[in-house]
């Protein structure tokens, strides 16, 4: 059973960067899914960034440019790389993997969430 813990959250001013990690021990990159979710006060939980199966990555038309997804296998790692943050990008960060490795891009898809990382930019 995977168990996912988010690190790397903090306070930044506009304009700065942090990145994210998701340590996933027991993710198997080939089988699974796995992405970057955000849930901002009073809004509804979106994705952000993900890999898929194939290890192909995406991310959110609102973060392209600025964020990056990246894995490193041997540590069973996942990060985000967030440059030129905005506040609009505060917001409670999570990770989550999809065991069934399909339908990548489908939330309810995602069975195993960490606790989440807060992001503040101010």
């Known amino acids: 059973h995977v168990q996912l813990v988010e690190s790397g959250g903090g306070t930044v001013q506009p304009g700065g960067s942090l990145r994210l990690s998701c340590e996933a021990p027991?993710?198997?990159?080939?089988?699974?899914?796995l992405a970057w979710f955000r849930q901002r006060l009073g809004q509804a939980r979106e994705g952000v960034a993900g890999i898929g199966t194939g290890g192909v990555s995406r991310v959110a038309d609102s973060v392209k440019g600025r964020f990056t997804i990246s894995q490193d296998n041997a540590k069973n790692t996942v990060y985000l790389q967030m440059n030129s943050l905005k506040p609009d990008d505060t917001a409670m960060y999570y990770c989550?993997?999809?065991?069934?490795?399909?339908?990548?891009?489908?939330?309810?898809?995602?069975?195993?969430w960490g606790q989440g990382t807060q992001v503040t930019v101010s």
């Open positions: 989550a993997t999809n065991r069934r490795g399909i339908r990548c891009r489908v939330e309810s898809e995602y069975d195993t």
């Open positions: 027991g993710y198997t990159a080939s089988a699974y899914c």
